[in-house]
């Protein structure tokens, strides 16, 4: 005689989900309770759904569990908790993710989504806000995005980042986020040869990033731009626009002496001396100069 036979059947998924929806920030059998953000904006969850869904949430909600390994702790089981350095609408976003496996963004929130699901260890929320992040990127915020791509160790959306910026490079250096890169983002950044922008336009936007980051840091100009100077291409300015920089650098020492010593004499060997090769290859932007062809040998 055959024996009994089984399987797991799958429901329509939508439903299941559509119904947990409704439990989203519900008071209604809520056990534990959060208080976000700035505004204070209570938000009210249900600790099973957290628990099983996020490590970090269990061993938030544990604390005052009795029979915990801190059954001392003070918090009560049902909170409330506070959460006062992420938005209310950014954690909500977190919560619709556990209970439903879905999430809704929008551009002002996605970065800080992001954010979020580093920290709590969601690897599918954060495949999904990247893959909306590189869907909606934009000339304003794809320098935030990058920085956050470098922090994350997010090695595809750095580089997705980086294409977005070389293709557009001249409108991207204009914008508050890229005077907010640190220091070896922007280096790193400046190391592409493929930036769609002239080398003077690109010395002039690293001088405002320079006196941004300062004034910010409270620290001296040659010091905070000392890592993304080395990657300006001086020897590809012409000497009329080598001796306005000559001049304007007197102000505020942004870049070294001896850097521009090295592109003068460039210019007066009619050749690259001295000066890393890669600083005297053309990027995809750079006008082209009458030098330009005794410092590549490639060029025409």
């Not at 390994?69 to 003070?74: K, M």
């Amino acid at each position: 005689m055959a024996g009994p036979c089984s399987a797991r059947l799958q429901g329509e998924a939508g439903a299941f989900t559509a119904a947990l929806r409704t439990l989203v920030n519900n008071p209604q059998f809520s056990d534990v309770t959060f208080v976000v953000g700035q505004e204070q904006q209570k938000v009210f969850a249900h600790r099973c759904v957290l628990a099983c869904r996020c490590q970090a949430f269990r061993g938030m909600l544990s604390q005052g569990l009795a029979g915990s390994e801190d059954s001392s702790s003070s918090i009560p089981p049902q909170g409330p908790f506070i959460l006062g350095n992420v938005q209310p609408e950014v954690f909500l976003a977190v919560i619709e993710f556990l209970y439903t496996n879905s999430v809704t963004l929008n551009s002002c929130i996605a970065l800080e989504v992001l954010t979020s699901s580093v920290e709590y260890g969601l690897q599918d929320l954060c495949k999904l806000c990247i893959k909306f992040i590189k869907d909606t990127l934009s000339v304003e915020q794809v320098c935030e995005a990058l920085q956050a791509a470098v922090t994350y160790g997010l090695a595809d959306f750095q580089q997705h980042c980086l294409a977005f910026i070389e293709a557009c490079t001249a409108a991207v250096v204009r914008t508050r986020g890229f005077h907010e890169l640190s220091d070896a983002v922007l280096a790193w950044v400046l190391r592409s040869d493929h930036l769609a922008v002239d080398e003077l336009d690109l010395v002039q936007a690293v001088r405002e990033w320079a006196h941004v980051s300062s004034a910010v840091l409270e620290r001296p100009v040659p010091e905070v731009a000392a890592l993304p100077v080395r990657e300006l291409r001086l020897p590809l300015l012409a000497p009329s626009e080598l001796a306005t920089l000559e001049s304007l650098n007197q102000q505020d020492l942004l870049i070294p002496v001896e850097s521009i010593a090295a592109a003068w004499r460039s210019h007066a060997l009619r050749k690259a001396s001295g000066v890393p090769s890669h600083l005297c290859r053309p990027r995809r932007g750079t006008r082209p100069r009458d030098h330009h062809r005794h410092l590549d040998p490639h060029a025409k």
